[in-house]
Structure formats: structure tokens, C-alpha cells
């Protein structure tokens, strides 16, 4: 028994966390309820070692990273990566740039944001530490325009799964046994075990 739990005290901390989607700002990639398993020791610092054991790989544009938001640190947000360190990022209109090449979005992300707002970011050479990051639903994305890049030291891994996704909007009345029936009505099945891509 302790030694499960020093196991899974362990793969919480170095290798996989569980986290949930609470907001619109990656939709239609990701969901409101979408509850994700993030790989934590992809981009953790390592030995030769580890890196032998484990998948260790550096941060890649277009990679869905879970971060500590600068502003907050106790607070974690999910964005996806536009900008590598070194790279220049700048808008055109509703269109972003790096390194003068248009950057398109997902397949399936929502509306791009308004010109007015895109073309209020000025253009920005990110440092050797430093990541910008960016919502999918860009009309509903507080990221990177809005407070800067994403500094290396406070991503804590990517998004890899869609373990099972939860409609929460409404929240019946009831006892226990209505409200988990009323869960597994409302799960989106056809979400589960769903790559992040």
C-alpha cells in the first residue's frame, strides 16, 4: 500500500498530472469539462540518465502546453505554442506571423479575433527563455497579446489525452446517486481517450 502510494505520489510530480479545461479559449480543440492528462516530464530538465528512460523532447510550435500563468503562478492555464525562443512574432490584421510566415490555424479552432485587437500587438522578439503562447479561440483567449511570453521556467508540461470530457454546465438537483447518473448522461463519449493534437 505505500509503496502504490509513493508511486503515484512520484508520477504526479515528475511524470503526469491531471488537468481540466476551464474555459473556451482553445475551443473547438479543447472543451469546457475536457479533462486531460499532461505529460510533465516531457520538457522537465534531465540527466543522460533519464533521458535514456524517458521521451524527453524540446517544446515544438504547435504543441498544447500547460504553464503557470506569469501573472499568477498558482494558477494554471492551457494554451498552444506560436512562438519559439528567438523567434519574431508580429500581426497583420487578424493574421499572425513568425518569422515573416503566416502561422494558420488548427483545423477546427473557432473564429480568429477581431483586426482591431490583433493589430494592437506590437511586434515582439521572444529571448532565449521564452515561449508565446495563444488560445485557439482567439476571441475568447486572455494569452500571450495580452500579458507577454511564457517564460521557459514556468511550463509544466503538454497536453497529451482526453480521458473523458463533462458537460457541466447545468447541476441538477438531487441526491449523490441522481447527480452521477446525470454525469454519465452528460459525458461526451465521443471525446474519450481523444489525442491533443
Do not use: C
Not at 515544438?60 to 494558477?75: L, S
Not at 512574432?89 to 518569422?99: A, K, L, Q, Y
Amino acid at each position: 500500500m505505500l509503496a502504490a502510494i509513493i508511486f503515484a505520489l512520484f508520477a504526479r510530480t515528475f511524470l503526469f498530472q491531471a488537468f481540466v479545461v476551464p474555459s473556451p479559449s482553445m475551443e473547438e480543440t479543447l472543451l469546457i469539462g475536457d479533462h486531460l492528462i499532461v505529460n510533465k516530464f516531457a520538457y522537465a530538465p534531465h540527466g543522460r540518465l533519464l533521458v535514456k528512460l524517458l521521451p524527453y523532447r524540446e517544446v515544438r510550435r504547435g504543441d498544447v502546453v500547460v504553464f503557470k500563468f506569469p501573472k499568477e503562478p498558482e494558477t494554471d492555464y492551457i494554451k498552444r505554442v506560436v512562438g519559439l525562443p528567438g523567434d519574431k512574432v508580429e500581426f497583420v490584421g487578424d493574421r499572425i506571423f513568425v518569422n515573416g510566415h503566416a502561422v494558420t490555424p488548427p483545423a477546427g479552432s473557432s473564429a480568429p479575433a477581431t483586426a482591431e485587437t490583433e493589430s494592437a500587438v506590437e511586434p515582439l522578439r521572444l529571448s532565449a527563455e521564452e515561449y508565446f503562447a495563444i488560445g485557439d479561440n482567439r476571441r475568447e483567449s486572455y494569452d500571450s497579446r495580452s500579458w507577454g511570453p511564457v517564460p521557459a521556467a514556468n511550463l509544466k508540461g503538454r497536453a497529451l489525452l482526453i480521458y473523458w470530457s463533462f458537460d457541466g454546465a447545468a447541476r441538477p438537483a438531487g441526491g449523490p446517486l441522481r447527480r452521477a447518473l446525470d454525469r454519465i448522461g452528460r459525458t461526451r463519449w465521443s471525446r474519450t481517450f481523444r489525442l491533443v493534437r
